[in-house]
């Protein structure tokens, strides 16, 4: 196998969200299994979207949940920079580029015309693509209105007819008629790329062996090989990977409970439940193991045993793991643990000795009950009956 380069690459729009770690934390184990390198990238090409604190949010969830990785915005690396926004110049030119090869061209539409076109496109039910206007347009006028500063876009130019495969490591054989591939844009007319570009040119720059996403993802391929192509550059390997579902075998979402790695930390849940329960969403061991650590993990996942279907997320069983890894942890870890949940001053003593007490009996916070008790007056039973039954821990002054 040659040298593992994969790679992390979330948009900055929001905190971290769990669905996400179950696939970093695969890339992470196929890194570590292979002796290979994982890179972070923040893809923020989507500057509509932009949330402040969400590169933190990314850094500091997956560093709780014990992911590390090696090349990044802040760890740098040999291709840097690893923020998509400070790489503009790069995918100008390689859209530039294939425009040359006729493999793309200019697209002057307007956001008006576009919006009428999709509007009769739907009166007419029809689905709603690019009707390729501007493909018809001669090159040498197209170059003209742009050397003459016409607003434009750049866009992909699916052939009209024949198809395109590709194996994807977990979907097998998968097969696209191009006459259903619509020619998306590749480079807005603010000098942004969009996902389709910017991920094909950084994957290839960066030598990233091998391209994990969630199959959501998988309508995107053929747009993506089409680019792979006209370059002339060879495929990293893919697989997409099943997405985590909610109960309603929906995508999970913010509908369905909490979402955010920030919101399970500060309930209460340890990183090696979180890891262990993200692991079994969608791959199965082939035994009757379910409990793992990170490192048996490491040992023990296969790409080849990953499942095509979407896995359910399941808070009573994210709730078991959480009981499992607690009464793996050795009595002094635990009240170290439990001490980052309680005001400053809290007493190691009484914490010490409250952990044998608890440990077996230890659950997530939940959110009923309130605790107003004085922690330096109360008897020891009582606070150690207040701090673990109480709903929001960390906004105690006293407990």
Request: aromatic residues 10%.
């Amino acid at each position: 196998m040659t040298d593992v380069r994969v790679r992390f690459a979330p948009s900055p729009t929001g905190e971290l969200h769990i669905g996400s770690v179950r696939t970093t934390l695969y890339n992470f184990l196929f890194a570590r299994q292979n002796k290979g390198t994982l890179i972070l990238r923040i893809e923020d090409t989507d500057q509509e979207r932009l949330v402040p604190g969400a590169i933190d949010s990314v850094y500091d969830g997956l560093h709780w949940l014990g992911i590390r990785w090696e090349e990044g915005p802040r760890e740098g690396g040999p291709f840097a920079p690893y923020v998509q926004s400070e790489r503009l110049p790069l995918y100008r030119e390689h859209a530039e580029a294939l425009v040359a090869m006729d493999a793309a061209y200019p697209c002057f539409c307007t956001k008006e015309r576009l919006a009428q076109m999709r509007e009769e496109q739907q009166a007419r039910k029809e689905i709603t693509r690019y009707d390729r206007v501007c493909r018809r347009i001669a090159p040498a006028e197209a170059r003209q209105r742009v050397d003459d500063g016409e607003p434009h876009t750049i866009r992909l130019k699916v052939p009209e007819t024949g198809t395109i495969a590709y194996h994807d490591l977990v979907h097998d054989d998968v097969k696209w008629e191009l006459k259903d591939v619509e020619d998306s844009i590749l480079l807005k007319s603010d000098g942004f790329p969009t996902y389709h570009l910017a991920v094909v040119v950084d994957d290839h720059v960066m030598r990233i062996s091998h391209v994990f996403r969630g199959d959501d993802w998988l309508p995107s391929l053929p747009k993506h090989l089409l680019i792979y192509q006209a370059f002339k550059w060879q495929v990293p390997e893919h697989a997409h990977f099943p997405n985590v579902l909610g109960p309603d075998h929906k995508k999970l979402s913010k509908r369905h409970g909490a979402t955010a790695v920030r919101e399970f930390r500060d309930q209460g849940y340890i990183p090696e439940a979180i890891v262990n329960f993200l692991a079994l969403i969608g791959w199965a061991p082939g035994t009757e193991e379910e409990v793992f650590t990170m490192e048996q993990l490491i040992q023990k996942w296969r790409l080849d045993q990953v499942q095509k279907a979407g896995g359910v997320w399941d808070k009573e069983r994210l709730d078991w793991f959480n009981r499992v890894h607690i009464r793996m942890l050795d009595d002094d870890d635990m009240a170290e643990r439990l001490a980052a949940f309680l005001p400053a001053g809290a007493s190691r003593d009484v914490i010490s000795s409250s952990v044998p007490l608890i440990k077996e009996r230890s659950r997530p916070w939940p959110t009923r009950v309130r605790c107003s008790s004085s922690f330096s007056s109360t008897s020891s039973s009582t606070r150690r009956s207040c701090c673990w039954r109480s709903a929001s821990p960390r906004r105690y002054a006293s407990c």
